[in-house]
């Protein structure tokens, strides 16, 4: 599964190369390549969800207090600064990207992700 995400990877990151070299007036090629991008996210997002059921339950644990903590710094940033959101995690930070203008969305559709795989094992958290 993991070459497979890498695969995808490569890819979504050479689109996003064309996108952002493209000419102005090419706009067929344009849209053609976000729509690539789109499925490309859908498939990586699907990917990641199995990936994510092949976790030990304490790995999951470990990734969902992690991305807690990231909604609650995110959260933090929101309220004090107003400046460009910034995703942190325990390791570092770095500027929130993507197509998303919402980071904190994407976080917590991981949470609620992680919480249901938790649930199906027997794992009530909250």
Do not use: C, F
């Amino acid at each position: 599964m993991v070459g497979g995400m890498s695969s995808i990877l490569r890819e979504l990151a050479e689109v996003q190369h064309q996108l952002m070299t493209l000419s102005k007036d090419a706009e067929g090629q344009k849209y053609a390549l976000l729509a690539r991008q789109e499925e490309l996210q859908t498939r990586a997002a699907r990917l990641a969800d199995e990936v994510d059921a092949e976790y030990s339950t304490q790995d999951l644990l470990a990734r969902l207090a992690d991305l807690r903590w990231q909604l609650r710094a995110l959260n933090r940033q929101r309220v004090h600064s107003g400046a460009r959101p910034v995703v942190r995690t325990q390791a570092g930070s770095r500027p929130a990207g993507g197509q998303s203008s919402n980071p904190s969305s994407r976080i917590e559709a991981r949470i609620q992700q992680i919480l249901a795989l938790l649930a199906q094992r027997g794992i009530d958290v909250h």
